[in-house]
T-cell receptor, first 116, second 111 residues
């Protein structure tokens, strides 16, 4: 079956702008999580959505937000972009059974955001 | 806070064996996972250890010692395609907010 799909793959924005990233999870997966990946910090948890509800949120400012639709597709938004927001944003989906057994995440290839 | 330590870079020879270590200090522990990520690619799940001991999956094995807060990933019969970054991740509870990743080890395979 198809994997996790993220769009766009690359984008360049300037400080102060806002950006919306999209994620389509694996069919049947209802949990979608977002991570920020930077060279120095590794993967940092942003938030998790399940059945259109935000279940948890990491330590990121309110400029970072997201939502999930009834078909489990998710979007994340970053407003008032800062230079430090340049990163690879990864989306991951998981199944209930996978979460229970091993916590296995299925990642997309990410959206690489560059803020100038 | 939560901390996981891995070597930042490791170089190994094609056909050889390499071990990537991970030590952790976290509040809560349910298990240790390993992910592989090629440049420009998605992290992919490799293995998970909830109990002490060795788990083997083909050329890859993963080990855990909970008393030492330590684990490692062992790659055998190295191939050039194994050049990638490898992340350990501690599962501190149920829920993805409880998954803490290390900063990754970049493995380079040389002929």
């Amino acid at each position: 079956k198809a994997g996790v799909t993220q769009t766009p793959r690359y984008l360049i924005k300037t400080r102060g702008q806002q950006v919306t990233l999209s994620c389509s999870p694996i069919s049947g997966h209802r949990s979608v999580s977002w991570y920020q990946q930077t060279p120095g910090q590794g993967l940092q948890f942003l938030f998790e959505y399940f059945s259109e509800t935000q279940r948890n949120k990491g330590n990121f400012p309110g400029r970072f937000s997201g939502r999930q639709f009834s078909n489990s597709r998710s979007e994340m938004n970053v407003s008032t972009l800062e230079l430090g927001d340049s990163a690879l944003y990864l989306c991951a989906s998981s199944s209930r059974d996978g979460q229970r057994r091993t916590g296995e995440l299925f990642f997309g290839e990410g959206s690489r955001l560059t803020v100038l | 806070g939560q901390s996981l330590e891995q070597p930042s870079e490791v170089t190994a020879v094609e056909g050889a064996i390499v071990q990537i270590n991970c030590t952790y200090q976290t509040s809560g522990f349910y298990g240790l996972s390993w992910y592989q990520q090629h440049d420009g690619g998605a992290p992919t799940f490799l293995s998970y250890n909830a109990l002490d001991g060795l788990e083997e999956t083909g050329r890859f094995s993963s080990f855990l010692s909970r008393s030492d807060s330590y684990g490692y990933l062992l790659l055998q019969e190295l191939q050039m395609k194994d050049s990638a970054s490898y992340f350990c991740a501690v599962r501190r509870g149920f829920g993805n907010e409880k998954l803490t990743f290390g900063t990754g080890t970049r493995l380079t395979i040389i002929p």
